[in-house]
């Protein structure tokens, strides 16, 4: 009898703090969540505008959104007129050639970064470690618009101005792809690469037959990074292939900006549909990259 008045005594005890907790539990799920959803509105309410915009005539963009009305999520005197003068400038073919460019540069520049991050991962040589800091991890602290000068004057020496040369050579290699690999690779046990050279295998079908196998989600993470940073190149083919024929999704985009008027519908129209490859292209493979990121030392 007495342990169980005890008990009772400890459970009424403990009650008041237990109820403290949860309160601070669902306090703490409340800020969370508002949190998130008032990011998602700051995030989604602009897209949602601008997808309305798309469809509405230049004059009468600007209508409802000042003051911001709910009638600018609807389009104003619906028309596909920006969707049809966009194509008929060329966009269609802008739109082939930024993904071309893209998955070629995914295929060449992936392996000589996967076989980079090899060799730094497990390869000993002399500077090896001078050399991953100082052109490697220093390179994440350079912009990459700061180089563009004397990469256009080697680029323009090599008669390479308006060519797929300019656009392809220049983003093969990628510092941060080749981190990414050798972080992976270095967490693949040393004694199956020993077993594998034991069998006779060499170097190559070493790489190609044995650790490529086991590297999907840093393949695919390095593949979203390269084609992600072709898709949204701007700067870079503007300046080396401002040919009509060579112009990529974002430099067809900027047309819509005049020296005298923006089309704004236009710009609009254009956004939208760069934006869908990206989102179709992240959405199947986002766990292949979280599980990249994760396992490669980038995680807090």
Avoid: C
């Avoid at 996967?114 to 602290?141: E, P, Q, S, V, Y």
């Avoid at 050798?182 to 034991?198: T, W």
Wanted: glycine share 4%; aromatic share 16%; hydrophobic share 55%.
């Amino acid at each position: 009898m007495t342990d169980y008045t005890d008990a009772v005594a400890a459970n009424t005890q403990a009650s008041p703090l237990a109820q403290r907790r949860n309160y601070a539990a669902l306090l703490e799920r409340i800020l969370v969540y508002s949190l998130l959803i008032t990011v998602a509105v700051v995030i989604v309410v602009p897209l949602l505008w601008a997808f309305a915009a798309s469809f509405t005539p230049n004059e009468k963009v600007f209508e409802y959104a000042y003051p911001f009305s709910w009638r600018a999520f609807l389009p104003v005197d619906f028309t596909l007129e920006a969707y049809e003068n966009i194509f008929a400038r060329g966009f269609g073919r802008a739109l082939v050639n930024t993904f071309v460019l893209g998955s070629v540069t995914v295929v060449f520049g992936g392996t000589i970064n996967a076989m980079a991050g090899f060799a730094f991962a497990r390869f000993n040589f002399r500077g090896k470690r001078l050399i991953f800091i100082f052109i490697i991890l220093l390179t994440f602290l350079v912009p990459v618009d700061l180089t563009a000068i004397p990469r256009f004057i080697l680029v323009n020496d090599l008669g390479w101005i308006n060519t797929w040369q300019a656009l392809i050579v220049p983003g093969l290699a990628n510092s941060l792809v080749i981190f990414l690999f050798r972080q992976f690779f270095e967490e693949i046990p040393q004694d199956l690469i020993d077993a594998a050279r034991v069998d006779g295998a060499s170097w190559p079908r070493l790489f190609f037959n044995v650790i490529l196998p086991l590297s999907k989600p840093v393949l695919i993470t390095a593949a979203l990074l390269i084609f992600l940073s072709q898709w949204d190149a701007f700067f870079w083919p503007l300046l080396v292939a401002p040919r009509q024929e060579l112009r990529l999704v974002q430099v067809e985009i900027s047309n819509a900006v005049g020296q005298f008027q923006t089309l704004w519908n236009e710009l609009l129209a254009g956004s939208m549909l760069a934006a869908i490859v990206p989102i179709l292209v992240l959405m199947p493979f986002q766990r292949y990259y979280i599980q990249a990121i994760t396992s490669s030392g980038l995680k807090d």
